[in-house]
């Protein structure tokens, strides 16, 4: 009964490879999120998508493409995998747009060779 | 850039004590809120104070918030080792539609 759940826990790959990581929310929620967090635990937002639809893209590499097929699934693929993409990706929701409670994941530990 | 500050980035105290971390900010906002994040897994979400609030108690969390200063602090009374985690605070952005959040503090309970 995992609120949001995303999968892998752990992405050990080389560079110039793709990858995808999937998150999925069984929460009702209409808004899901990409967060980044980087190795001084910085976290910053990277996409977030209402009802299937972007509504926010931080400034973020085109190597970085999110997919929403439906609004309980949020998918991230990472095209050319470079060194510093390596960090925690976590997945969240939140019920609408407003200032509502974020709903995480539990991370992808995503290191890049 | 970041939104928010947590201060300070770590704090060791002992079981029993009270820790207190501040988080200050660059915006005007429409609510903060304080998170934890216990190593390896996801932040949950601890407590929402809004603008017009100056402070908020849950349990053994007591908030406050200074609009005036951009500031917030968060008070755990009666630490536990359970405690031992990282604290975020976020704020919205204009138009409520992203969190965003400082580095967090790291705090360490000792038993």
């Known amino acids: 009964d995992t609120a949001v759940s995303q999968t892998p826990k752990y992405l050990v790959t080389q560079m110039g490879n793709d990858k995808s990581i999937k998150c999925e929310q069984n929460?009702?929620?209409?808004?899901m999120y990409w967060y980044k967090q980087d190795s001084k635990k910085f976290l910053k937002i990277m996409f977030s998508?209402?009802?299937?639809?972007?509504?926010i893209n931080e400034t973020v590499p085109n190597r970085f493409s999110p997919k929403s097929p439906d609004k309980a699934h949020l998918n991230l693929h990472i095209n050319s995998l470079e060194l510093g993409d390596s960090a925690v990706y976590f997945c969240?929701?939140?019920?609408?747009?407003?200032?509502?409670?974020?709903?995480f994941g539990s991370g992808t530990q995503l290191s890049v060779l | 850039s970041q939104q928010g500050e947590e201060d300070p980035q770590a704090l060791s105290i002992q079981e029993g004590e009270n820790a207190t971390m501040n988080c200050s900010y660059k915006t005007s906002i429409n609510n903060l809120q304080w998170y934890r994040q216990n190593s390896g897994r996801g932040l949950v979400h601890l407590i929402l104070i809004r603008s017009n609030e100056r402070e908020k108690h849950s349990g053994r969390l007591r908030v406050t918030l200074d609009t005036s200063k951009k500031s917030s602090s968060l008070l755990i009374t009666a630490s536990r080792a359970a405690d031992t985690a990282s604290y975020f605070c976020a704020t919205d952005s204009t138009g409520g539609f992203k969190t965003i959040f400082g580095a967090g503090t790291r705090l360490f309970v000792k038993a």
């Open positions: 998508y209402n009802n299937k639809e972007l509504i």
């Open positions: 969240a929701s939140t019920e609408g747009t407003g200032d509502e409670k974020l709903f």
């Open positions: 929460l009702g929620h209409d808004t």
